[in-house]
């Protein structure tokens, strides 16, 4: 492995004492975004989510910078409450998963594709090649979530949020590679698990290095006017690094994805399944 990647850095994945492991935090974080998403368009808040959006444009521009990180908090408010003691999900606790034995992780290689182009994203004329520390596929690990506080929670909810927005993303997802129909084979094979889970009590969702933007965000509501007027343009998101003001209308230009020896995009990163068993 060290003759092949040569002095190229392992993004490492999460560990304890050498023991790898997804954070309860991670997998907790992943389920919020998509509970969100799914209350704000299936619960007819869109067109207030949107109006307090619109309201970045007519922010300071000196401002934004120092908001940007928190500019989801209006949206959160409307779903989570103004607090953390209004906040539906305080009372769930994701722990932890198990520990990953050796022989279940792998490193593997991947580029930021530029999918509309047909290449990979430079940086002054060289590749830059990823190497990442990944589960292997058809792996399985157990977490533990539970509710404190004697309080209830409707997982039936959650778990048809997760599937509703993990369909949004991957119809995004072909949207944005469909310049690479070989590679698009891929997304379209986890849109049919997907579309075809009959388990009710299991959804597939999107974690760690490769989720994304659209996989991160509330963004996935908006339309492409809205999202490109109220968050693209006030923030900068996607600008190019050549024009100022000039933005593409593709976005994200690039996809981290895992690459063959060839260079070629062969997997897109981060989809699992999670399964919940009643205890």
């Known amino acids: 492995l060290c003759n092949s990647i040569g002095k ?13 492991y ?28 949107e109006d307090r959006i619109r309201k970045f444009k007519d922010l300071n521009p000196k401002e934004l910078p120092k908001i940007k990180k928190y500019a989801d908090d209006e949206i959160c408010r409307l779903i989570f409450g103004k607090d953390a003691y209004e906040d539906i999900f305080k009372n769930l606790a994701v722990s932890d998963s198990e520990f990953y034995d050796n022989e279940y992780i792998e490193v593997i290689r991947a580029q930021s594709y530029n ?41 039936k909810h959650l ?17 944005l590679c469909a310049y690479n129909e070989s590679f698009n084979k891929r997304n379209k094979e986890i849109k049919l698990l997907i579309e075809s889970n009959n388990d009710a009590n299991s959804c597939f969702i999107k974690l760690g290095k490769g989720t994304g933007f659209w996989g991160m965000t509330f963004c996935l509501l908006l339309d492409k006017e809205t999202f490109h007027d109220y968050i693209r343009i006030p923030f900068k998101i996607g600008e190019s690094r050549e024009k100022s003001g000039e933005y593409s209308d593709v976005f994200p230009l690039t996809h981290l994805v895992q690459v063959n020896s060839d260079n070629i995009p062969i997997l897109p990163l981060g989809w699992i399944k ?3 068993d009643k205890e």
């Open 22 to 49: 997804i954070p309860g935090s991670s997998i907790k974080g992943a389920l919020r975004t998509c509970f969100l998403f799914d209350r704000i368009s299936g619960g007819g808040l869109k067109s207030e989510a």
């Open 8 to 20: 190229n850095e392992i993004h490492q994945f999460v560990s304890s004492l050498g023991r790898r």
């Open 159 to 175: 778990i048809e949020s997760v599937n509703n927005f993990s369909q949004e993303l991957i119809d995004k997802e072909i949207e």
């Open 274 to 276: 999670l399964t919940f």
């Open 115 to 155: 999918f509309k182009k047909a290449r990979k994203d430079t940086s002054k004329g060289k590749v830059v090649d990823q190497y990442i520390e990944a589960v292997k596929e058809d792996n399985s690990i157990g977490t533990e979530i539970t509710l404190i506080n004697n309080e209830k929670f409707d997982f």
